[in-house]
């Protein structure tokens, strides 16, 4: 057998060790890999103000909300602009998930069955931003 110049030899080191990291490592399903997903977006402890511009034909709305989450079972998101809509507040604790109306003074627990309701009139849904629909399926 005829040696291997210095260079070709290098490379077919990291190919042999590339082929064996690649066999180490595990196979991921389709489940863990969303589930990997989910967890990455949510993350750790986080707070943040957002705006939703919900568009229809006859009008035009900007909500800004406040956002609070432990990143895994609470978060609280309160509404805090155009002021006829400010003060709403959604509380979600597990699978738990209450609604805070300023007008009525008082809070409703959403029942799963209407968690597929528009929030606040856009096209998402309270699901959607549980971020639980993926783990669902």
Not at 17 to 39: F, G, H, N, W, Y
């Amino acid at each position: 057998m005829t040696p291997l110049p210095g260079r070709a030899l290098r490379v077919a080191l990291v190919l042999a060790l590339a082929s064996i990291a690649v066999a180490q490592t595990p196979t991921l399903d389709a489940r863990s890999v969303l589930d990997a997903m989910v967890e990455n977006l949510r993350g750790v402890r986080q707070w943040a103000t957002l705006q939703l511009i919900v568009e229809r034909p006859d009008r035009t709305t900007e909500y800004s909300m406040d956002i609070v989450t432990d990143g895994d079972q609470r978060s609280l998101a309160r509404v805090t602009a155009p002021p006829r809509e400010a003060g709403q507040a959604f509380l979600s604790i597990g699978s738990n998930l209450l609604i805070y109306n300023p007008r009525l003074g008082r809070s409703l627990r959403l029942p799963p069955s209407g968690r597929s309701n528009a929030f606040l009139g856009s096209d998402l849904s309270y699901d959607d931003l549980a971020g639980e629909e993926y783990r669902d399926q």
